[in-house]
């Protein structure tokens, strides 16, 4: 479904992906892990055109999507859920919700979709009104979800969905994303609980460096003691 093919991506002269490869099939959760700096967010983000690559191709069902602008690869069908969240301020959970759907082919949807979120993410129901911002860290995460995830994409890239959240949180975000899966959804997922993400996933790609330095069956990546000391401090 997604093909990543040798890329290579820049900040100014630096050199930060430096031919990066992987692959996601339709229906899979593949985790990409590496410690602090090695690229992950920056794989993402050259995914999504938001730091367009130098080189090498994105293919998205054999199209080449590299060279779109950031909105055009949203419309195919790809959401993002940054690492940041980026919860809009001042405005309401509900209207976060809306804003999101304005570019999307739901946007005729509205109120379903609405009652959606309220569905499969309780505790927002009781909080539609509330300013995003103002919510907890546990309940903008699930916030930035629901707004990817009723635009009805194809592929969800995820960053970092449990960072700074408290352990108990990391099982109900984990729940949350193969509930996703179970959707129809294929997930992208970077994440530094790199137990918790190998858990849930079926293959993962380890990078450091700007470089894919493996990829295999996330368990066995998850059992590979050398995996772990040389590359994910775990
Ligand atoms: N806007 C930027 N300008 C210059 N360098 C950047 C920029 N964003 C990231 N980098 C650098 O690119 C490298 C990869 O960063 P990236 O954010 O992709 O890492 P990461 O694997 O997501 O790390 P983390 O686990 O800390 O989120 C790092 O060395 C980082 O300092
Ligand atoms: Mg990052």
Redesign the pocket.
């Known amino acids: 479904m997604l093909r990543v093919e040798n890329i290579n991506t820049y900040?100014?002269l630096?050199h930060?992906l430096q031919g990066v490869s992987l692959e996601v099939d339709s229906r899979e959760i593949v985790t990409l892990v590496?410690?602090?700096?090695?690229?992950?967010?920056?794989?993402l983000k050259s995914i999504l055109g938001i730091t367009p690559v130098k080189s090498g191709k994105i293919l998205f069902h054999d199209t080449d999507i590299s060279s779109l602008p950031t909105h055009g690869i949203v419309q195919k069908g790809i959401a993002y859920v940054p690492?940041e969240r980026r919860i809009i301020p001042g405005l309401s959970v509900r209207e976060n919700i809306k804003l999101a759907l304005l570019k999307s082919k739901n946007r005729r949807r509205e109120e379903e979709m609405i009652d959606r979120v309220a569905q499969y993410f309780p505790v927002l129901k009781d909080r539609l009104g509330q300013e995003g911002t103002s919510l907890s860290g546990g309940e903008q995460q699930r916030l930035a979800l629901a707004r990817a995830l009723f635009t009805d994409p194809e592929i969800m890239l995820i960053d970092?969905p449990t960072e700074g959240l408290m352990p108990l949180l990391v099982e109900t975000i984990a729940e949350i994303i193969q509930t996703i899966h179970r959707m129809g959804v294929t997930v992208l997922l970077?994440e530094?609980n790199v137990e918790m993400a190998l858990g849930i996933s079926h293959r993962a790609y380890v990078i450091d460096e700007g470089r894919i330095q493996m990829s295999g069956e996330a368990k066995a990546i998850l059992s590979d003691e050398q995996v772990a000391c040389q590359y994910l401090a775990i």
């Open positions: 900040y100014g630096s930060v590496g410690r602090n700096g090695a690229g992950k967010t920056t794989t690492e970092e970077v530094q």
